[in-house]
């Protein structure tokens, strides 16, 4: 019984793959905040863009 439990504390397989999954999940948690703070800001120059757009049409009587 001593053992097993001796090789199952000394057993490291599967650690690689879960150290690389934990950065696949780092990863995606950083790109998906980087894409929504862009979007966000895309979001915001075209809110902008379409007020300009708006304000000069009314301003020229069109």
Not at 24 to 46: E, P, Q
């Amino acid at each position: 019984m001593q053992n097993l439990v001796t090789r199952f504390i000394n057993d490291e397989s599967g650690a690689t793959a879960i150290e690389y999954g934990l950065i696949a999940a780092l990863i995606s948690v950083a790109l998906i905040g980087g894409a929504t703070t862009l979007g966000t800001n895309i979001a915001s120059k075209f809110s902008t863009a379409a007020s300009t757009v708006g304000a000069a049409s009314e301003n020229t009587g069109s």
